[in-house]
């Protein structure tokens, strides 16, 4: 176990912290709830939204930027979107400061604004605004814009990356003629996710449909993927709406269809966030530190050279040459560590803090005989290969290191999942093992709300490819339901 | 001339908007003063972004986020910074809204925030106070951040892209241990835009120092690259703060030096913002519309298919699936209309206001002779040449538009240079030819203040390779000057 990492056995969140810490991804700012992405989070969060906007783009969509500020007014042009976000909002209300006597400065009271503006904390009321100028036929639909922006939310239990005052996100938001369009483009986009997640983060998620107390605020349905942490609990990690008409009959956004009659638009929206970080911290680390899928790691490689003298320095380096380039060349990201204050032993455990997926050592020796050792963070396993070989088996053991940290996830969520037949059951399993529970459940916000004081376990979601689809009692109520549906603690 | 575009002659404000409105690269928002920044244009800027970002890695630089929000408190610490822009800032004072009894909402009184927080107009403050905590040591130097991020400045008077209350930026917050490596810094960011206006945006800038009057609030040096638009207007499109020791005492940011001595670090800070798009198309465009550098055009090629009939499409297509799919495995940015609903000649028109560097026309006849004809949007120049030469001839065509865009800017800059011996003369050229003027200034504020009252000229740098650097006697007060300065007037 690391120094300075509390393990995840004594106190999960306190690990958490320790290695957001230790390996320099964030920290906390003089500003409540607001946090500093320091440069290594933030090279993941580069990683992430390449791949992400990669996908975005080959499924049609382009980016655009909208304003920070919204004006207070439409929020309150879709009843539920206000209910939803009034209540924890940033709001602007002065234009400028001024000097006092004892040098400091206070707010001018002469520069109040007619309207205060309301720091975005998602972009549907002012884009949907826009949105009515840029449409009058249906040859200008669908819209297909994402946009990668920065939004608060005045929340006041935080939490680093899960849950902070602002965060980084994309938000898309289409327009279409059809409903059908707008539905399939929800899935579509939630597929996308799911392929995200698991691809890249070596997530596995669950997808499905929230419960309507669990919905966006002004959305018909919302989609999300639910993915499990390490401690049994689910993380919301990704969120894709179908809006219907709402947006577009608050904004009256209408179109001439090629029937000749006047509708109104359909909407979605979706989106992810720098919340994902944590769920790839959570995903996969351990008590030695962060442990990165190779597919988002800042660095997937780091060479560090051993010498003792300056002609071992000069062997060591030239060896080191023979096979960096080969593969950098190859598109690896790799880090060469000559700094000579830091000891290798340090810069070991420094990498392995970092996690770097695979460390290559090499001195003197391993120069003569041709020899490398590589080391996986993954498995802690090393060995010695031929530098021959060096390209072919570290391409090899970053396919193994991601497929393993996929597979890894995927065991433990299938350990962790149970199913209940009764509410006793239920929150027996809960509070023993944890994890995702499917039970039969009769559809009413009521009984939900029951469930969630009770136990505290939420509804995740109505799995889209529901393994546990026959029918049966609620565990609550003894009322019908058509099918289990996913129950789990959650962040 | 484009319809719906006014000429430049006519109105060079108007063309400016209207060039903006029809090649759909931003809009006004209902937010005063804020923009939305259409596709096109987000992708022009996602392309300097690009480009931008390569070059501040290749310069050792990382990417970082810190908070949008600034506590009101840190703006006093360093006394000319809150001069600087206490004036025009955004304050959040509240952090919740209430419902009222008409079914809107209102700010709730009871959420007054006990600091108010102001909207980063640009970083300084928070990032200092955070570096406190990371330094402790020169080992820990230097430290080279970058942040893409947006700010606010509550302009009063704005204009798209140019001036606008939200914007996007780079702000790069650098910290060393001494004064000669900091300078060193400063120098090397100014020089990295200029490389980026003159070989990807295709505008010569002036490198140079601001004068003490238009210095950074809270810097020691500003430096900057000045550039001029078609109309003569000088245009201050990036600035490389020298920030000497202000932060670091402000924010009491000390490290312990390699002789043990506990010294206050030293700072730079450098930015480019979306001001640059606005410089890109008053460098470049036409009374047509857009013209964009192929270096940064989102579409560098757009290929029009012309047919009357089904065999005709047939034929057409696959041919330009013959040299297509090879233009853009080359790297190329192609894009391929085949909408039907849109004829080929409003697609020229449409192509040309959006200034796409090459338009291919390819037509029944040109399938069969294997020929194409390619337009080029600088020049208005066409030719027909052999499908077998389209790779090199379009690779060609593309460098050259680039040099051609930049020899034109940097010609329409020379001829409208002047050098002015006397004030009347000085008065004289900016009324009658506009343009940069250089001429000698006796170094005080009082002076540089009274030729800009009088003409609306400013000194727009004390150029760092300065072509009139002979010594002189002031226009004005007739008092000694080591150097002739570069005035204009400007965005």
């Known amino acids: 176990m690391a120094k300075n990492i509390t393990s995840q056995q004594k106190d999960y969140s306190q690990w958490y912290l320790d290695v957001i810490r230790e390996a320099k991804l964030a920290e906390h700012s003089p500003v409540r709830g607001c946090m500093v992405i320091r440069p290594t989070g933030y090279a993941i969060w580069e990683n992430m939204k390449a791949e992400l906007d990669r996908m975005f783009k080959e499924t049609g969509h382009e980016n655009a930027y909208f304003p920070l500020f919204i004006p207070k007014s439409f929020l309150s042009r879709e009843a539920e979107h206000v209910e939803g976000f009034a209540k924890e909002c940033a709001v602007v209300t002065h234009s400028r400061l001024r000097s006092t006597d004892n040098g400091g400065v206070e707010v001018d009271p002469t520069s109040k604004l007619e309207e205060e503006l309301i720091v975005r904390p998602t972009s549907e009321t002012i884009i949907w605004d826009t949105y009515r100028d840029w449409v009058q036929s249906y040859r200008e639909l669908p819209i297909l814009i994402n946009q990668w922006a920065n939004v608060v939310r005045w929340e006041m239990r935080t939490r680093l990356f899960l849950r902070t005052m602002e965060f980084l996100w994309q938000e898309g938001h289409t327009a279409h003629a059809t409903e059908s369009e707008a539905r399939e483009e929800t899935e579509k986009m939630?597929?996308?996710?799911?392929?995200?997640?698991?691809?890249?983060?070596?997530?596995?998620?669950?997808?499905?449909?929230?419960?309507?107390?669990?919905?966006?605020?002004?959305?018909?349905?919302t989609y999300c993927i639910e993915a499990m942490m390490q401690d049994g609990k689910a993380l919301q990690a990704g969120t894709s709406h179908f809006l219907g008409q709402n947006f577009a009959k608050a904004f009256n956004v209408t179109f001439q269809d090629a029937d000749n009659q006047v509708k109104y638009v359909w909407a979605t929206s979706w989106g992810v966030s720098t919340r994902l970080i944590g769920g790839l911290i959570m995903t996969h680390s351990d008590d030695d530190g962060l442990v990165l899928p190779p597919k988002l790691a800042p660095t997937q490689v780091?060479?560090?050279?051993?010498?003792?003298?300056?002609?071992?320095?000069?062997?060591?380096?030239?060896?080191?040459?023979?096979?960096?380039?080969?593969?950098?060349?190859?598109g690896i990201r790799v880090k060469l560590d000559m700094r000579e204050n830091y000891k290798p032993g340090?810069?070991?455990?420094?990498?392995?803090?970092?996690?770097?997926?695979?460390r290559i050592a090499v001195g003197p020796r391993d120069a003569t005989n041709k020899k490398l050792e590589v080391a996986r963070r993954d498995t802690k396993t090393k060995e010695i290969i031929d530098v021959e070989t060096v390209l072919e088996t570290v391409q090899n053991l970053l396919v193994d290191i991601q497929t393993n940290l996929y597979q890894t996830a995927l065991k433990r969520r299938e350990s962790l999942t149970s199913i209940a037949q009764s509410y006793d059951e239920f929150k027996e399993l809960l509070d023993s093992k944890g994890g995702f529970v499917y039970a039969h459940w009769d559809g009413t916000p009521e009984t939900e709300t029951q469930i969630k004081e009770e136990t505290k376990a939420t509804i995740r979601c109505i799995p889209l490819d529901n393994p546990h689809k026959t029918a049966g009692k609620c565990m609550v109520t003894g009322n019908p339901s058509e099918q289990m549906v996913l129950f789990a603690r959650s962040y």
């Open 302 to 330: 780091v060479i560090v050279p051993i010498w003792k003298n300056e002609d071992e320095r000069t062997q060591v380096i030239s060896y080191i040459d023979s096979f960096n380039r080969e593969l950098r060349n190859a």
């Open 190 to 221: 939630l597929e996308v996710y799911r392929t995200f997640a698991e691809d890249f983060m070596a997530m596995p998620v669950i997808t499905g449909v929230k419960t309507a107390s669990e919905r966006f605020a002004g959305a018909i349905d």
């Open 346 to 358: 340090w810069k070991f455990a420094q990498y392995e803090v970092e996690g770097v997926p695979l």
